[in-house]
């Protein structure tokens, strides 16, 4: 894949949540702790790619792209841009290809949407 350079334009966040303790009633609260951080672009799907999404666990989710020279793990949260949204990592597309500039696509999904999606 191809991409400009100019296009990882935003901030991806990756890392884990715990648990700290807090002075209220329930004692603690979980928090996002962020491990590495990235930039990335976001990754257009074609209307034909989204029309074959609709109605799978996938119809809800966002794609980026980053350098594939990161070890992005698959059990690993995100958030994007600082945004209060935290999203689940569902899938990681590698780039095998031998060039040397080289972009895995990663797909998120919302942490609430899962969530409602279990219920």
Same mark, same amino acid.
């Given at each position: 894949?191809?991409? $400009? ?7 991806? !966040? /990756? @890392?884990?949540?715990?648990?700290? $303790?807090?002075?209220?009633? *329930? @004692? =603690?609260? !979980?928090?996002?702790? $962020? ?5 990335? +672009? ?5 209307? #034909?790619?989204?029309?074959?999404? /609709? @109605?799978?666990?996938?119809? @809800? ?6 350098? =594939? ?8 949260? +995100?958030?994007?841009?600082? *945004? ?6 569902? #899938?990681? =597309?590698?780039?095998?290809?031998? #060039? ?6 990663? #797909?998120?999904?919302?942490? !609430? ?7």
């Amino acid at each position: 894949m191809r991409l $400009p350079i100019s296009r990882l334009n935003h901030l991806i !966040e /990756l @890392g884990v949540t715990d648990t700290v $303790p807090t002075d209220t009633l *329930e @004692g =603690s609260k !979980e928090v996002f702790v $962020p491990k590495q951080k990235l930039h990335c +672009a976001f990754y257009q799907r074609s209307l #034909t790619q989204q029309y074959q999404l /609709l @109605g799978t666990k996938l119809s @809800g989710t966002i794609v980026v792209a980053v350098r =594939s020279q990161y070890h992005v793990k698959d059990d690993q949260l +995100a958030k994007i841009d600082s *945004e209060p949204t935290i999203y689940k990592i569902v #899938t990681i =597309s590698r780039d095998d290809s031998h #060039t040397p500039i080289r972009y895995d696509l990663i #797909t998120l999904q919302d942490i !609430e949407k899962v969530g409602n999606a279990n219920d």
